[in-house]
DNA sequence: ATTATCCATTTGTCCGACAACCCAATGTTG
DNA sequence: CAACATTGGGTTGTCGGACAAATGGATAAT
C-alpha cells in the first residue's frame, strides 16, 4: 500500500540505550562532569533514566568503548579522556581494513614524521634528549629485530611527545603502528638495516640536541626513505595494501580493557 | 591477610561480554567475517558462544561503537568498515578533551593541509578539478558565513580525498573538523578573509589543474596562514585550548548512529 | 501480477534473581 | 593502641524469562 503519497517522514525514536549513552556523554562534554569523577551506580542511573539497568548497561558499553568512561580496579565507572593509543589502535585498524597501501601510509609518515621532528628539535629539553639515548643505547644492545622494531616505535613516538603538539601526535600514531611489523621484516631481510636505522636515529638526536631544525628534517627523510628502500629489497610491494595481519596481532587486548 | 608472599599472580578473566566482542572483532579482522555479511542474530549469538543474550548484547554494543558492526534499517546486524568521519568525530572530541591549544592545530594543519595538497596536485583529474571548482562557485554565492565556513570544510576535504591518500586523508580530517567554528567567527569578524579565503582557493584549483605541485604547496600555506592572522586579528588567543563547546555542536547524532 | 493480510522472527525493553567481588566498618589479637 | 581478621552491605556481571513493536516473508485476495 502506499495511499496518497506521504506528507511526513518517518519519526526516529533512538533506542533507549543510545539515549542513556548521548546523554551521559553529553554531560561530560559540557564539563558538568569532569574526567576523574565518579559516574554513579547503575543503581543511581536507572533511577535518573528511568530505564531498566540492562538498558543503563548497553549505554554504558558504548561510553565505555569510545573511552570516555573507565572502570577503576573496583569496577566502578568514573569519567575519563579517551586515550591516544587506543584511538590510534582503532585508527590502524580502520586504514587497514580499508586496505591502504604501504605508498599510502609511507607517504604520509614521510610529511608526520618531518613536521613532528622540526616541532621536537625546537623543543628538546635535556631530558627528552637523555631519553632518546636511553633508546638509543637499547636498541645497540637489543637481542633481536622485534625488539628493535619495537623500540623504533618507541622512538618515533617519544618524538612525536617531545613535539609538545598532540594533533600531530595522535595524527602520526596510526601510520606508525604500521610500521612496526614492517621493520621487523626489513631488518631480518637486509643486512645494512639495523646500522643505518641507528645512525639516522643517532643523528636525528644529535640534531635535536643543537636545536638543529634543518638536520633533523633531513635525517627524518632520509630515515623514511631508508624505510621504503629496505622495504623493496626485503621483497615487499609498495602498492600492495596492508596486510590484515598486521592488526591481530596488535592484539585486541588493550582494545577493551 | 596476607598469608606466606604469594607466589602467584591473580588469574584476570575478562567479563564475558568483552569476550563475546573480542571473538567477533578476531573474526572480521582475520577475514572470515567480510563488510556487508550478516551477523547471525542474537539468538544465534547466544546458542554459539553459551552465553546469556543480555551478555550477548552488551558485547555487540561495544561492536557497534567502534564502527565494525553496524545496524541496517531493519536493525539486523551486519559487519561494516569503521567509517572515516566518525573515526575523526571521536579523535577530535579527544583532541578537545584534551585541550589542544590552537597553535597546536594549526601547526599540525600546516603540515597535513600542505602535504595533502602536494598529492592532489599530482593527481588531480578533470573530474575533481570541475568538483572544485563547483565547491568554489558555491561559496561565492553563499548566504551567510556559517554557510561559507562548512563550504570551506568541503574544499579541504575534496582535497584531502583528491590526494588519494587515505592515511593522510583521516589524519587531517579531526583537525579539519576544529577549524570550521572558528572560520565562522574570523568571517563574522574580519572583513577581507572571506576575499582571500575564496582566492586562496581559486589559486589552488588553479594550481592542481596545472599539476603544479610548488605553487599548490604555496598557496595552501598562505592559506593557513591567512587563518591564524585572521584568528588573531578576530582577538582569538592561539594558545588558548579549543573550547569544548567546538565539539557539542558537531552533534552525537552521527557518534551513535 | 499486484496488492493486501497474516504470521513467525527479531529486536528493544523490562522484571527479578543471585554469585562474586569490593569497600568499609566492625571486632579481635598481639 | 596498632595491626590484623571478619563481617556485612553495596555493586557489578550474569542469568532466566517475558512481552510489545517492528520487520520480512509467505499467503490470500483482487
Redesign the pocket.
Known amino acids: 500500500?502506499h495511499g496518497a503519497d506521504d506528507r511526513f517522514e518517518r519519526i526516529q525514536v533512538a533506542?533507549?540505550?543510545q539515549q542513556v549513552a548521548e546523554a551521559i556523554e553529553r554531560e561530560i562534554l559540557a564539563g558538568h562532569l569532569t574526567p576523574g569523577e565518579r559516574l554513579g551506580?547503575?543503581?543511581d542511573l536507572v533511577r535518573q533514566f528511568g530505564?531498566?539497568r540492562?538498558?543503563v548497561?548497553e549505554g554504558i558499553r558504548l561510553l565505555e568503548q569510545s573511552g570516555l568512561i573507565r572502570?577503576d580496579?573496583?569496577?566502578?565507572?568514573f569519567v575519563s579522556l579517551p586515550r591516544y593509543n587506543r584511538l590510534a589502535t582503532r585508527m590502524s585498524r580502520a586504514l587497514v581494513l580499508h586496505q591502504v597501501t604501504f605508498r599510502e601510509l609511507w607517504e604520509a609518515s614521510m610529511s608526520l614524521e618531518t613536521a613532528t621532528v622540526e616541532a621536537a628539535a625546537e623543543r628538546a629539553s635535556p631530558e627528552d634528549i637523555a631519553e632518546l639515548e636511553d633508546n638509543i643505547a637499547k636498541m645497540e644492545t637489543a637481542p633481536d629485530s622485534q625488539a628493535i622494531a619495537e623500540l623504533d616505535n618507541d622512538f618515533h613516538a617519544m618524538i612525536a611527545r617531545i613535539s609538545r603538539n598532540r594533533v600531530l601526535q595522535l595524527a602520526r600514531e596510526p601510520a606508525g603502528l604500521l610500521f612496526t611489523p614492517t621493520l621487523k621484516i626489513i631488518l631480518d631481510e637486509v643486512a645494512v638495516a639495523g646500522r643505518r636505522n641507528l645512525e639516522a636515529h643517532r643523528k636525528i638526536v644529535d640534531a635535536c640536541r643543537r636545536h638543529d631544525i634543518e638536520t633533523a628534517r633531513l635525517w627524518m627523510q632520509r630515515h623514511i626513505t631508508d624505510w621504503r628502500r629496505g622495504f623493496e629489497k626485503a621483497g615487499q610491494q609498495l602498492d600492495d595494501p596492508v596486510e590484515r595481519t598486521y592488526v591481530q596481532h596488535m592484539g585486541l587486548g588493550g582494545a577493551y580493557r
Not at 580496579?73 to 565507572?77: D, E, Y
Open positions: 500500500m533506542p533507549a540505550y551506580t547503575e543503581a530505564v531498566n540492562s538498558t548497561r572502570r580496579q573496583s569496577r566502578r565507572l
